[in-house]
């Protein structure tokens, strides 16, 4: 959840655009953004622009950011594929507002190995 949202699609939405945030404010030019809430991700590669809940303002950002960078992406991912985000949800209810630029928290390191071997 993104701090001070307790509306599930607004947090995941809030969620997106932090990590563009991120990757324009640290340069990369080549992602692909992935998430397990379908809601969020359909909207967003679909270019739907005219959702009008209140999340729609983010969503639209999300939509121009990815059609002005043509190097990134958005795809959905297997909730059961995709334990690292949920193990950092759970710890960031304990660490809200944390970025890890060169580092990691240690908590995720069995789960990325896992989630590699699951692709």
């Not at 307790?6 to 992602?31: C, F, H, P, Q």
């Not at 953004?33 to 967003?44: P, Y």
């Not at 959905?76 to 950092?88: D, G, P």
Request: glycine share 4%; hydrophobic share 40%.
């Amino acid at each position: 959840m993104h701090q001070g949202s307790d509306d599930v699609v607004l947090g995941e939405a809030l969620g997106l655009n932090d990590a563009m945030d991120m990757a324009e404010k640290l340069g990369i030019t080549s992602v692909i953004f992935q998430s397990d809430f379908q809601i969020t991700v359909n909207a967003v590669k679909k270019k739907k622009s005219y959702v009008r809940k209140n999340w729609g303002v983010i969503a639209n950002r999300c939509i121009r950011f990815i059609l002005s960078n043509p190097n990134l992406q958005i795809a959905s991912a297997n909730r059961e594929k995709n334990r690292v985000a949920h193990t950092l949800a759970l710890w960031a209810e304990m660490e809200p507002n944390m970025d890890w630029h060169n580092s990691y928290p240690s908590c995720i390191s069995y789960h990325i190995q896992n989630d590699m071997d699951l692709l």
